[in-house]
């Protein structure tokens, strides 16, 4: 077996045979950091480097562990930044970037070939030919790789102008939906108190109490909503539920709007209490809502005074009593009968268990929905070979996995959504060594509704259908 070729990391007989439902399944990529004004826009790229290198952590975090300079990482002369990431990637054995790059050179390009130093300029001028040629632009890269649906990440207070324009442009066949992201809305955030008083002035409330600013908050959901939003999003350095009064969480919010310090006591508090409320009314207007956590963000201080947040310095956390935060977390809710549907993504996959069989715990419900609460695929540092296989393991062990929503992008880049071939490959090889360990039945009728739910129709259902 070639490499990179058609049955690129398919196992065996049965892989190949089951990639083969999954591969031309369309894309619903319900969660990216994909800009909406690029997409209405349209503009084609002129150069390899700002499509391949601007924007990608993933690739800055990599060179930089090749000895690569920073000022060739993220500024620095396109063709010498093509140069040194052509270095970097050739030397990534093992690294999903490894992979990815091979699969993008493939199948966005049709450059077949091994990446290696001494090709890096004949696949400069290549790719860059290629761009020209083709005109390659946002939305033929989202036409390319079949995408049906794109889940930005907004900000709460956004006027969301380019979903309006995107919505009203009948050529763009795509649908592009804000998800509503109110990072801003915690008081552990440096910017809390500013996204309060812009919050009163966008909403015309007075926020002096907390249900004013429940109350705010909801009228900017039901903006969201009335512009297509489907989703909600947020990440925290670590779950947390506390028991809290409406009087305990006025006096925080007052402690922050004066800018005093808070405790982390308090700091928890708020999260909690407010994390409830929101979750509630992502229950009444239907929104999935998404949590993301346990990242140590911008360790490197230095780097990050220069380079700012999102630019791969970031790691992997842990918490204590996870499982006990958790449990009682889902339980307020479902004791009011609130819980919205939800997926849950742990970036420390020491706690993959813990979260699958966690909202095991809560899936009853009257509505009929399969896995409301999903337990996400692998994020970030675990969208890896081994970071999926073994979220499908736990999946698997403590859920259905038959109702798992699949692969995200979780990304800034238009060429990231050959992560979703990546993903399929190794769902099918994961799947197809059951077949052959015969741990279950080699039964196309039951596997090829399988693979096309995990590649689409499973989110598709599970978020509002396009």
């Known amino acids: 077996m070639a490499f990179n070729d058609d049955n690129f990391m398919l196992t065996s007989d049965a892989a190949k045979k089951l990639y083969g439902f999954a591969k031309s399944m369309p894309i619903y990529d319900f969660h990216c950091h994909l800009d909406p004004q690029a997409i209405y826009e349209d503009k084609p790229y002129e150069n390899i480097v700002d499509l391949w290198l601007d924007g990608d952590h993933y690739k800055w975090r990599l060179m930089r562990a090749n000895g690569v300079p920073e000022n060739l990482i993220t500024s620095g002369e396109k063709k010498e930044r093509f140069r040194v990431w052509i270095e970097t990637v050739s030397r990534a054995f093992g690294n999903p970037l490894y992979h990815w790059s091979h699969l993008e050179l493939r199948d966005v390009f049709g450059i077949d070939e091994v990446i290696k130093p001494e090709n890096w300029e004949s696949l400069y001028d290549r790719l860059n030919a290629i761009l020209a040629e083709r005109k ?14 794109v889940g930005t990440t907004d900000h709460p207070l956004d006027d969301l102008t380019w979903h309006e324009k995107i919505a009203a442009d009948d050529t763009i066949d795509v649908v592009v939906a804000p998800t509503f992201r109110p990072d801003e809305a915690f008081v552990s955030h440096v910017n809390f108190a500013n996204f309060t008083g812009k919050l009163a002035e966008k909403t015309g409330l007075s926020i002096r109490s907390f249900s004013d600013f429940v109350s705010a908050m909801e009228i900017r959901i039901q903006y969201f909503v009335a512009h297509g939003c489907q989703a909600s999003d947020i990440s925290f350095g670590a779950v947390q539920y506390q028991d809290t009064t409406e009087e305990e969480l006025d006096a925080i919010l007052t402690t922050a709007l004066a800018g005093a310090t808070l405790t982390d ?18 229950h009444k207007y239907q929104l999935v809502t998404q949590v993301h956590f346990g990242a140590v963000r911008n360790s490197h ?5 220069q380079l700012g947040a999102d630019a791969g310095f970031d790691s992997m956390g842990d918490q204590i009593d996870l499982a006990d935060h958790l449990n009682h977390f889902l339980d307020a809710l479902a004791q009011s009968d609130s819980l919205p549907k939800m997926v849950w993504y742990p970036l420390n996959p020491v706690y993959n268990a813990v979260v699958a069989n966690t909202v095991a715990n ?10 409301q609460l999903q337990f996400g695929a692998g994020w970030w540092f675990n969208d890896t070979k081994l970071g999926m296989q073994d979220q499908m393991n736990h999946y698997a062990d403590q859920g259905i996995l038959a109702n798992f929503i699949g692969m995200l992008t979780d990304s800034r880049s238009f060429m990231s959504f050959q992560r979703h071939d990546y993903f399929r490959r190794i769902l099918a090889s994961y ?7 015969e741990e279950i039945p080699d039964d196309d009728e039951l596997l090829k509704p399988l693979m096309e739910d995990i590649a689409y129709n499973n989110a598709k259902a599970f978020f509002k259908s396009e």
């Open 136 to 149: 390659i632009s946002p939305r033929s890269l989202l036409k390319h790789s079949d995408v049906r649906f």
């Open 265 to 282: 006591d308090e700091a928890s508090a708020w999260q909690s209490g407010i994390f409830l409320a929101l979750c509630k009314l992502y």
């Open 301 to 305: 201080s230095r780097l990050f005074k």
């Open 362 to 371: 809560f899936q009853a419900n009257t509505a009929g929905i399969k896995g």
């Open 431 to 437: 799947i197809g060594q059951w077949v052959t360990d």
